[in-house]
């Protein structure tokens, strides 16, 4: 039998000089990058996370906590003719990315590029959007790789032999308004993971924290291929994600703690339970869709 951590076993002491005050409750302790909750009472409660979580990181705040873009959702001119489409182009930026082995964070930024862009045309040409998509990973890896990798990238997507490169990355480069670098989904899950998303006043199984959060990155791979993703801001995703997480450690979603951390700004969130349910049903056709392969097999 798993043992459940006690409530009193995962209580941290944190030097000042690590500790970022956000607000009268709430501090960020970048040499292990914890958040801590205190009451009234001056009583602490901490975030906790695997061993392998715990890292140092002092040059900025997590992600989570701006209010800037990540909240933003994008006005799509033709969503529905999209959505019908979409799901194929995120399929084979995905097998770009992997065949050049390119990280997560180049593929999300690349996924952010071409959402942005097509979210301004009426009509789709796949022709131009498999060009568009070859172009948006050009661009993400240049600003998410190194040079070498970024040049290998523009080879293989046929960036070097293009003719008309230059012009059709500039044109790009105006639509997205020379703004490449945006807080996307990806960003807000990686910082949450590292902040942790469960307390230690909280009873769970160790052994299953472990494997969601081996298993938390793919789910969100999973899903950016959903057609409810682009009606979602990056904030949500992240956070319908992580209340799916919680909930299948046997977790309240988002309780008291998670809104006063990761919520803080907003008194409804009617929004993020929306987006749970979204998310928990995606999965749930996925599964079913899988064990349906399986019997026919």
Known sequence: MLQQKSKNSLNFTHQKKYLFEISQTLSYCSNCSTVIITDKSGKTISTIKPKKCEIHKEESLP??????????????????????????????????????????????????????????????????????????????????????????????????????YV????????????????????????????????????????????????????????????????????KEIAMGIVGWARDFLGLVPFSKNIQIVFLNEFNDIHNYIKCLNKIKKCFKIKENKNIEKINKI
């Open 63 to 164: 992600t989570f906590l701006y209010k800037s873009e990540a909240n933003k959702i994008y006005n799509f001119s033709n969503d529905k003719s999209y959505n019908k489409i979409r799901s194929d182009f995120v399929k084979l930026m995905k097998s770009n990315c992997k065949k050049l082995d390119l990280n997560l964070k180049t593929f999300f930024s690349a996924l952010d590029y071409f959402d942005r862009i097509c979210s301004i045309f009426v009509a789709f040409d796949l022709k131009s959007l498999k060009q568009i998509s070859d172009l948006c990973i050009i661009l993400s890896a240049k600003l998410n790789e190194n040079m070498s990798k970024a040049m290998e990238v523009k080879c293989a997507l046929g960036g070097s032999s293009n003719k008309n």
């Open 167 to 234: 012009k059709d990355e500039l044109y790009l480069l105006q639509i997205l308004k020379y703004d490449l670098v945006r807080i996307t989904s990806y960003d807000i899950l990686r910082d949450i993971l590292m902040c942790g998303f469960i307390f230690n006043d909280e009873d769970f199984q160790e052994k299953k924290m472990n494997s969601i959060y081996d298993k938390i990155e793919n789910m969100l791979y999973l899903f950016c291929e959903s057609k409810h993703w682009i009606y979602m801001s990056p």
